[in-house]
């Protein structure tokens, strides 16, 4: 079905400059194996960021695991990976990839990110090898000191997935990317920071940055030996030509649909969007609706508008039949949101007309 409105339209950059990178990149013959686009772009996220240590991947995916293999290792089909069940099915299927078993835990209503009490519980609950939490929609949350100080209790590793997190802050106007040992973030086309498919993961920790950049060629540590655990994950010069081009535009899409976010505050009515969400970077805008609303019946009326809604993430990972037989703390949280929550465009395709007629969906009486 198309849309007038769809929920994610990809920004990149113009096609000439994109062309104009191209020829270069084709002259110089160079076209992967960390080239000076990648360094460059590289470098511009270290900038960015305010960070040490980045290492670019080939997708967000294979960053995630590898940052589970450098610094978790390799499972033995027993110990335990703790994950909200309220997140992207990669996380998990990143953590089966390398023996380990999803362990769900419960979120924050008003964050939608992990709640600390919770981990504490489901560490105490079996043999646990590490922490893998989610900042949200990019939504960088309150908790995130809190994790870290559950981690080093327990002495686990503890990576961030701020998938669509890349320009985002936390809320006491930090860049998301400098918590925990590392967090990992895409350029999937539906991103932001869009290069079409793409990933990063950082660190304050420059030695296990240059170990997370090794796992991406083969575990190759400067010769044409392999030292460690490693896969072919390495980004190309094209999508880094393209990301550095992004990181100049970033500032620009981000106040767009901040500008967006300001209109939906205006009309919204009794639904609300989670904490910190005005310092994310709105790949779209997650809303919770009221208690009680119909989500399948606002998603419809929206259809008929010419706008298209999605339900991310629901349904929650416990309930996908992969993860089914997976162990999981209590989740009556994530059970209360998952069919309340629905994703809004906020792209620069959306108007203040656009909101208003969103809005006059979402403030009928019969939801």
Not at 79 to 93: E, G
Request: aromatic share 8%; hydrophobic share 45%.
């Amino acid at each position: 079905m198309s849309f007038e409105i769809p929920l994610i339209r990809a920004d990149f950059p113009p096609v000439e400059d994109v062309a104009a990178d191209y020829e270069v990149i084709m002259a110089s013959g160079r076209f992967s194996n960390f080239g000076p686009r990648e360094q460059r772009f590289r470098q511009g996220i270290a900038r960015r960021l305010g960070v040490p240590g980045v290492a670019t991947y080939s997708s967000a995916t294979i960053g995630l695991v590898a940052a589970l293999a450098t610094l978790v290792g390799i499972g033995d089909g027993r110990r335990r990976i703790v994950l909200p069940s309220f997140t992207f099915a990669a996380a998990a299927q990143a953590v089966e990839m390398l023996d380990f078993v999803p362990a769900f835990v419960d979120v924050d209503e008003r964050t939608l990110s992990a709640d600390p009490d919770r981990i504490r519980d489901l560490i105490e609950d079996g043999p646990t090898a590490g922490l893998l939490l989610a900042n949200p929609f990019g939504i960088g949350s309150a908790a995130a000191a809190d994790w870290e100080r559950v981690a080093v209790t327990a002495q686990l590793p503890l990576i961030i997935d701020s998938a669509a997190g890349f320009g985002a802050e936390y809320p006491d106007g930090s860049p998301v990317g400098g918590h925990g040992d590392a967090e990992v973030f895409s350029f999937h086309a539906t991103k932001p920071l869009a290069v079409g498919e793409g990933g990063a993961v950082t660190t304050a920790d420059e030695d296990l940055a240059d170990q997370l950049r090794s796992a991406s060629n083969f575990g190759f540590d400067g010769g044409r030996e392999s030292v460690r655990w490693g896969l072919n994950g390495k980004l190309s010069e094209l999508h880094a030509a393209i990301g550095i081009r992004q990181l100049d535009r970033l500032d620009g899409i981000l106040a767009e649909r901040r500008r967006v976010l300001g209109w939906f505050s205006e009309a919204l009515g009794r639904h609300r969007v989670p904490d910190n969400v005005e310092r994310s970077t709105l790949a779209f805008l997650p809303l919770i609706l009221d208690e009680g609303a119909d989500r399948d019946g606002v998603v419809a009326a929206l259809a008929a508008e010419g706008v298209e809604a999605r339900t991310y993430y629901a349904p929650a990972l416990h309930r996908h039949p992969r993860f089914a037989g997976a162990p999981r703390g209590p989740l009556d949280v994530t059970e209360r949101i998952e069919d309340r929550v629905v994703s809004l465009p906020v792209h620069e395709g959306v108007t203040r007309d656009v909101v208003a007629r969103m809005a006059r969906v979402l403030n009928e009486s019969d939801w």
